[in-house]
């Protein structure tokens, strides 16, 4: 099974601009969740989208914003970039099988490394 | 407010000895507790979960120990090896939470040759 998938892995942006990053799940995964990661700060929640519908959100200002599509490929846009911006944005599929490890286990792609000039 | 806290930011330990790894927890209502690995330029990768109907889960060299009383649970490497120098995170689960995982902020394990 392929893993999960983000594009682009860098990104270099100044700021005010805004950004689209792109999520594909693992194959029959229809929950994609997104995060921030900075340095000290380990992975901060922005969103879970499950069957195209936002199910869980995170303290993140409207600039960040998301969708998914009917094949649960998933996209993230900030607006309005801030230098704060800069980090890591992970991007996590999950299964729903029958063992409760697949429930919750959440599979991540290599991340997009966000810089904001 | 952090529900999960990982207090220490690393922890250096020697090859072959045991590699000690703490997480506490403020939410009784959390029912479900996972570990995750990273090593840089990577996204995290499950390592080892553990139901709170439980107190050991064992897997290998890493054992996960949960005490609820005291809502900590600890990731026990044992031997340690130097593949196993990584970002540890841990993250738990509130029951009726939509699945939801909250995060600790990670250690940074060490482990010398």
């Known amino acids: 099974k392929a893993g999960v998938t983000q594009t682009p892995r860098y990104l270099i942006k100044t700021r005010g601009q805004q950004v689209t990053l792109s999520c594909s799940p693992i194959s029959g995964h229809r929950s994609v969740s997104w995060y921030q990661q900075t340095p000290g700060q380990g992975l901060q929640f922005l969103f879970e989208?499950?069957?195209?519908?936002?199910?869980n959100k995170g303290n993140f200002p409207g600039r960040f914003s998301g969708r998914q599509f009917s094949n649960s490929r998933s996209e993230m846009n900030v607006s309005t970039l801030e230098l704060g911006d800069s980090a890591l944005y992970l991007c996590a599929s999950t299964g729903r099988g029958v063992r409760l490890a697949d429930q919750e286990t959440q599979y991540f792609g290599p991340g997009t490394r966000l810089l904001v000039l | 407010d952090q529900q999960v806290k990982q207090n220490s930011p690393s922890l250096s330990v020697q090859e072959g000895r045991i590699s000690i790894l703490n997480c506490d927890y403020t939410?009784?209502?959390?029912?479900?507790f996972l570990w995750y690995k990273k090593y840089p330029a990577e996204g995290p990768t499950f390592l080892i979960s553990?139901?709170?109907i439980k107190d050991k889960n064992e897997d290998g060299r890493f054992t996960v120990f949960l005490n609820k009383s005291a809502k900590h649970l600890s990731l026990h490497i044992v031997p340690s090896q130097p593949g196993d120098s990584a970002v540890y995170f841990c993250a738990a689960r509130a029951w009726g939470s939509n699945y939801q995982l909250i995060w600790g902020a990670g250690t940074k394990l060490i482990i010398k040759p």
């Open positions: 989208y499950f069957s195209e519908t936002q199910r």
């Open positions: 553990i139901s709170s």
């Open positions: 939410n009784s209502m959390f029912d479900y």
